[in-house]
Structures are given as C-alpha cells and as structure tokens.
C-alpha cells in the first residue's frame, strides 16, 4: 500500500479507493472509534472539498460556515487518524504483527 499511497502519479481519488480496500476487511480488528466508515468517509470529505483529484488546492473558496466546520472537526479527524496510524506502527514492530 505504500507504494499506492507515495507515489506522485495517483491521484488523490486513486490513492483513497486503494486505502479503503485494504483497510476494509481489517476495520473490526482497529482500535474503537478509529475504524468506521463515517470517519474515513468524513476524512475523504474534508479533504475534497478544497482538493482536486490531485490532491491539489483546487483554489476554490469556501463559505465561513464550511470554514468553521473544517477548524472544528479536522483536531478530531486527525486524533483517529494518529491512533490509526500508531495501531499499525505497533503492529509492525511486534514479532506477531
């Protein structure tokens, strides 16, 4: 998945299609609250809504309200995506993971 997720040429849509198939079948083994689908979904969300499919800023501009709601959810988002990220990062230095 690493090379899927580094590599300059995939899209960002591309990227996140290959993230949640291999994510999916492990997603009852993740720590709790890290694993549903809303939050990867909002996660997907709220990087859309300012990116291309590049990842690029789409230099489009957002109202105050979608502004807001970016600043408040995003500190959440980012919380579950760490402890998803130090799930995995036990998982590998374990001799079993």
Not at 34 to 57: Q, S, Y
Not at 68 to 87: C, F, G, N, W
């Amino acid at each position: 998945m690493a090379k899927v997720l580094t590599n300059p040429g995939k899209h960002h849509y591309a990227q996140w299609v290959e993230f949640r198939k291999r994510i999916e079948p492990l997603r009852s083994s993740l720590p709790e609250g890290v694993g549903d689908k809303l939050t990867f979904d909002a996660v997907a969300d709220l990087i859309a809504v300012t990116r291309n499919e590049a990842g690029h800023p789409s230099g489009q501009q957002i109202d105050e309200d979608t502004a807001r709601v970016h600043l408040t959810i995003a500190p959440v988002l980012l919380k579950k995506m760490d402890l998803l990220s130090e799930h995995f990062q036990s998982k590998r230095s374990t001799p079993s993971g």
